[in-house]
Each structure stands twice: as structure tokens, then as C-alpha cells.
């Protein structure tokens, strides 16, 4: 099994930064692209930044120049960097991780979910 844990959120006032992490750990062979998602209230869940086993990162238009996506690959660890934080930012941030299970088996597995308010 592979388990995901979410740690970093909180509030912060509108202009401030924060930074989420995600760890993956159990029984697998490789970690493919890593993610984060979020899911405002009332709203369905939106894709915010990806980071592929090479490096490549990529960012939804509303966070890009914003928010910055990075990996530790020996801790299998994603992070998020969050800066310039607008009240749209409000969400229930989750990190998804596509992992090789084993040798002929992939499967992605989703975080617990942070919440991250951004208010004054």
C-alpha cells in the first residue's frame, strides 16, 4: 500500500506565503508525476501544478507566477510554495502522486487533504 501525508496548510493573510508538503511512503518501485489539486467550497476539484520524475513543471494560469512546484526524489516528497496568496487561493489543497506499484502495475493515490484561508 502507499499512503500521502498533507502537512503546511493554515490561514494566511491575503499577500502572504505558505508552504505545503506532501510525503509518500510503502511499497512501491517508482514515483511518476507528483501534483497538487485543490477544491474550493461549492466548487469542483481543479488541477494546480504538476512536477514529472525529470523536473518538468507545469502550473494552472491562476497560479502561475505565483506558485512554485518542486520534488525531493530520494524522500519522495512533493512541495508547494505558495506566495503573493489572494483569497481565491481558499481551498482544500490535495497532493496526488502517481507511483510504479510494482514492475507491470500503476495506480495513483490522492493526500488527506490541507486547508489553506487566505483572509484578513
Known amino acids: 500500500q502507499v499512503q500521502l501525508v498533507e502537512s503546511g496548510g493554515g490561514l494566511v493573510q491575503p499577500g502572504g506565503s505558505l508552504r505545503l508538503s506532501c510525503a509518500a511512503s510503502?511499497?512501491?518501485?517508482?514515483?511518476?508525476?507528483m501534483s497538487w489539486y485543490r477544491q474550493a467550497p461549492g466548487k469542483q476539484r481543479e488541477w494546480v501544478a504538476a512536477?514529472?520524475?525529470?523536473?518538468?513543471?507545469n502550473y494552472a494560469d491562476s497560479v502561475q507566477g505565483r506558485f512554485t512546484i518542486s520534488r525531493e526524489s530520494a524522500k519522495n516528497t512533493v512541495s508547494l510554495q505558495m506566495n503573493s496568496l489572494k483569497p481565491d487561493d481558499t481551498a482544500v489543497y490535495y497532493c496526488?502522486?502517481?507511483?510504479?506499484?510494482?514492475?507491470?502495475?500503476?495506480?495513483?493515490?490522492w493526500g488527506q487533504g490541507t486547508q489553506v484561508t487566505v483572509s484578513s
Open positions: 496526488n502522486v502517481d507511483v510504479q506499484r510494482t514492475y507491470t502495475s500503476r495506480s495513483e493515490y
Open positions: 512536477i514529472t520524475r525529470g523536473g518538468s513543471t
Open positions: 510503502g511499497n512501491f518501485v517508482r514515483v511518476n508525476t
